[in-house]
């Protein structure tokens, strides 16, 4: 009963430092940009393209893509420099723990041969998928 209520108080402090520990406001811009182009854009006029760290974050994500469809960019990059092929980080420098991609993306498997890849939004599943990063989308940020 001690870790309990040490749980408890943690889960407590973790639900008072929303706002500010949990980014929950997203927002979706409507210009299709390839994902150098949105990410410029994101850079230039607020911060990033949206970072998502855990589960509440996705939430927030899905709330914000309520009405919308297609495929949306985020700030998920794979390293084209690494050569060990699957190397996804978040551009914010976040480390990648919560994870949400559609069956076979973000795996590592994916052919690379054909150009660079970023990660997008998927407005259905709202799960993430690997795109060649010349594609242009809309964006959440
Ligand atoms: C990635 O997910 C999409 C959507 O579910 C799917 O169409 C695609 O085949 C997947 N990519 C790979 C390499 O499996
Ligand atoms: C994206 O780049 C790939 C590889 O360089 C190329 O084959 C493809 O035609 C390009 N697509 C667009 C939409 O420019």
């Known amino acids: ?8 108080s943690l889960f407590s402090l973790s639900l008072s ?3 500010h520990g949990v980014h929950d406001h997203f927002h979706v811009v409507n210009e299709r940009k390839t994902w150098t182009e949105a990410q410029k854009y994101c850079r230039e006029k607020y911060t ?3 970072t998502i760290e855990n589960q509440e974050e996705m939430d927030a994500v899905k709330a914000a893509l ?6 949306f960019w985020i700030g998920l990059r794979q390293d084209p420099k690494q050569t060990i092929r699957g190397f996804w980080f978040w551009v914010s420098g976040s ?12 795996t590592g498997v994916e052919d690379c041969s ?3 890849r970023s990660g997008a939004v998927q407005s259905g599943s ?11 989308l809309n964006f959440i940020l």
Do not use: F
């Open 95 to 106: 480390t990648i723990c919560y994870q949400n991609w559609a069956p076979g993306n973000g």
């Open 66 to 71: 309520n009405g919308v469809s297609g495929y």
């Open 48 to 50: 990033d393209l949206a």
């Open 126 to 136: 709202k799960q993430w998928i690997s795109l060649l990063e010349n594609q242009t």
């Open 114 to 116: 054909n150009g660079e």
């Open 17 to 19: 430092l929303s706002p």
């Open 1 to 8: 009963s001690l870790s309990l209520s040490l749980s408890l």
